[in-house]
């Protein structure tokens, strides 16, 4: 039975061996992103330029446009508050009511019409 023990363990540190050798080898991948088909709507709000440099660093512009236009702010503070806490988006808790400000002004119920 100690043959056996020793031929178990000679056959399993050939795996372990053999399976740490193949990671090292492993291939990067890499992953290409089709293009924007939408940029976020220019604006002179502070947020503008706060959801540039947090949401869309995340998904396109697409996913704010494609939100109902009768949004309402409730709806755009739970949506910025959900990517920060849910998806932990790095985004700073004193730039939300900004973003959140051009979010409902430029996609939500808000918006001039």
């Given at each position: ?6 031929t178990?363990a ?12 193949g990671?090292a080898?492993?291939?990067v ?6 293009p924007d088909?939408?940029q976020?709507k ?20 697409e ?7 009768t949004a ?5 503070e739970?949506m910025?508050?959900r990517m ?5 988006a ?8 900004a973003?959140?400000e051009?979010?409902v002004?430029?996609?939500?119920n808000?918006?001039?019409?």
């Open positions: 039975m100690g043959q056996a023990v020793k178990l000679a056959a399993v540190a050939a795996l372990v061996i053999g399976v740490a050798a990671a080898r492993a291939d991948k890499r992953i290409e992103l089709p088909g939408l976020l220019p604006s002179t709000l502070p947020g503008y330029a706060k959801a540039q440099a947090n949401c869309v660093a995340c998904h396109s512009a996913y704010m446009a494609y939100q109902p236009p309402a702010r409730p709806y755009w739970a910025v508050k920060k806490m849910v998806f932990k790095p985004v700073d808790e004193a730039d939300m009511p973003i959140v051009y979010l002004k430029t996609y939500g808000e918006q001039p019409r």
